[in-house]
């Protein structure tokens, strides 16, 4: 009886994040009810919560002029929640939870319910159907060119957060508790590969981004990031970088090439790599440690940075501060809150990052050398909770660069890559951008150095990276700690 209470609050804490929409107008004399007998039954069907993906059963009863319903996740014979505020016309209904969160939807052509489960900016993608829907079938998404398959490649990963592709479909995973495996081209994952650093796991850091040498064929060398911890013990960590030969199942000769100065406690360590166009730098983004906000603005710290090195570690001559008195040789841009993707432009050969702002203000970036990126000084968000950010004294001050593009209130953004391939040939150049927060995919379509079309893709999950593969389909790693999905998306079949 206990175990059954404290899921029935775990699943209200959850659904009461959500904030209240308002609630539809009383039914009562509604003459089009007669007409939609349609919904009434049941439907099942799965929606996603913070690493878990939840079952649930919604039953719809129409009786004259009044609807009624319940809304259940099964565990041990548990009775579900009431439904209320129906509204229900034509092919479309919606309905409230008793703790505030709304369905809206409609009938598809295949007798499916599909909708979303809104309460304020953040919803969940609702799909049911009048059978038990399996969590990993394909789902059809709408867009603007067109609609698109997503499917589940592979699952059973915890946490997973960089990849990069091998031959033959295969493609090489991070997870983040410091484990690195090989997803097989049928999806099947691979035995752990031995010979990753030991990382530390406080404050969600660990093994962060993987990505193959541009040399790969004739070297099989692998660069990690990983949360380095301090050889003295603590929480004191920092983000480091290693390049390691590939075989066998194993990593040799591994090399660490970069360490973040300074080690400190905190989160916010960034982690996301990616090799310049000609393969001659290393480019690696950092964060400002959570609470270290200002070394973001001082030369002495690579806190809030972004770094540019050669393959080798070495320190590229023409890197802006070389020659700056007291400043890290490494560092390449600055002022940066934290890092969480980052792209090679196609057409330019410009680097592109994107960043989580505070609550507020997530940002795109063009990085350029020596540039100032202006965190914590400006900013389009604000403190968790509301308030101005510490430090803070607007949108602009001169001397510090804008960004491209931002979301205001976050999307919770990450991964990013620029779309190549044959197989979206509309999306040539676009942006995708990943949203932890609001469980998407960002479609920016960009023009130049300018966003001048925006697309929210919905997934249903914490997306933490996107990369497009060789063979041009588009590949998604959800953020689930005990099923972790790479998600695969090409045009609907």
């Given at each position: 009886m206990l175990k059954q209470t404290?899921?029935?609050?775990?699943?209200?804490?959850?659904?009461?994040?959500?904030?209240?929409?308002?609630?539809?107008?009383?039914?009562?004399?509604?003459?089009?009810?007669?007409?939609?007998?349609?919904?009434?039954?049941?439907?099942?069907?799965?929606?996603?919560?913070?690493?878990?993906?939840?079952?649930?059963?919604?039953?719809?009863?129409q009786s004259g002029n009044h609807w009624s319903g319940t809304f259940v996740v099964p565990n041990q014979g548990a009775t579900g929640m009431p439904l209320d505020n129906f509204s229900v016309s034509d092919n479309q209904i919606a309905f409230s939870t008793p703790t505030g969160s709304r369905f809206?939807?409609?009938?598809?052509?295949?007798?499916?319910?599909?909708?979303?489960?809104?309460?304020?900016?953040?919803?969940?993608?609702?799909?049911?159907?009048?059978?038990?829907?399996?969590?990993?079938?394909?789902?059809?998404?709408?867009?603007?060119?067109?609609?698109?398959?997503?499917?589940?490649?592979?699952?059973?990963?915890v946490r997973p957060w960089g990849m990069d592709f091998l031959a033959n479909g295969r493609i090489l995973v991070t997870e983040l508790p410091g484990r690195l495996r090989i997803v097989e081209a049928d999806g099947s994952l691979g035995a752990p590969i031995s010979g990753?650093?030991?990382?530390?796991?406080?404050?969600?850091?660990?093994?962060?981004?993987?990505?193959?040498?541009?040399?790969?064929?004739?070297?099989?060398?692998?660069?990690?990031?990983?949360?380095?911890?301090?050889?003295?013990?603590?929480?004191?960590?920092?983000?480091?970088?290693?390049?390691?030969?590939?075989?066998?199942?194993?990593?040799?000769?591994?090399?660490?090439?970069?360490?973040a100065y300074p080690k400190v406690p905190g989160w916010h360590y960034g982690g996301r790599m990616v090799f310049s166009a000609?393969?001659?730098?290393?480019?690696?983004?950092?964060?400002?440690?959570?609470?270290?906000?200002?070394?973001?603005?001082?030369?002495?710290?690579?806190?809030?940075?972004?770094?540019?090195?050669h393959p080798d570690g070495s320190v590229p001559s023409d890197n802006p501060f070389v020659n700056?008195?007291?400043?890290?040789?490494?560092?390449?841009?600055?002022?940066?809150?934290?890092?969480?993707?980052?792209?090679?432009?196609?057409?330019?050969?410009?680097?592109?990052?994107?960043?989580?702002?505070?609550?507020?203000g997530d940002e795109v970036n063009t990085p350029e050398a020596g540039k100032n990126y202006g965190w914590p000084i400006i900013t389009h968000g604000e403190e968790y909770g509301g308030g101005e950010v510490p430090f803070a004294v607007g949108f602009k001050k001169d001397g510090m660069e804008q960004p491209v593009w931002h979301w205001t209130p976050s999307i919770g953004v990450s991964g990013m890559s620029f779309y190549h391939g044959d197989k979206f040939p509309a999306w040539q150049g676009n942006i995708l951008a990943t949203g932890l927060r609001d469980r998407n995919v960002a479609r920016l379509e960009v023009d130049g150095d300018r966003v001048i079309h925006q697309e929210m893709l919905p997934m249903n999950y914490r997306i933490r990276e996107v990369k497009v593969g060789p063979d041009g389909y588009i590949y998604l790693l959800t953020d689930e700690q005990g099923n972790g999905k790479i998600l695969r998306l090409r045009p609907a079949q």
């Open positions: 404290l899921y029935w609050l775990l699943l209200s804490m959850i659904l009461s994040s959500f904030q209240t929409l308002a609630d539809s107008p009383a039914l009562a004399g509604n003459s089009e009810l007669s007409n939609n007998a349609k919904f009434t039954g049941t439907w099942y069907g799965h929606i996603t919560m913070p690493n878990a993906g939840l079952l649930i059963i919604v039953t719809l009863e809206e939807g409609q009938l598809d052509d295949n007798q499916r319910l599909q909708g979303t489960l809104t309460q304020g900016t953040v919803q969940r993608a609702v799909n049911l159907g009048r059978e038990v829907i399996d969590p990993n079938a394909t789902i059809t998404l709408s867009s603007r060119w067109g609609d698109i398959d997503v499917e589940t490649f592979a699952s059973g990963l990753v650093p030991t990382v530390n796991q406080i404050n969600p850091a660990g093994l962060f981004d993987v990505v193959l040498a541009p040399d790969f064929d004739e070297s099989q060398r692998i660069y990690l990031s990983w949360a380095k911890p301090d050889a003295a013990g603590g929480n004191a960590a920092s983000t480091s970088v290693a390049h390691a030969r590939l075989a066998d199942g194993a990593l040799h000769d591994f090399t660490e090439i970069f360490s000609d393969g001659q730098y290393l480019f690696l983004g950092l964060g400002d440690r959570g609470d270290q906000l200002m070394q973001s603005q001082q030369l002495d710290s690579h806190t809030g940075t972004l770094i540019r090195i700056t008195e007291g400043a890290l040789p490494e560092i390449y841009s600055y002022g940066h809150r934290n890092i969480q993707g980052l792209d090679i432009q196609p057409t330019t050969g410009k680097v592109w990052a994107t960043e989580h702002g505070p609550q507020g």
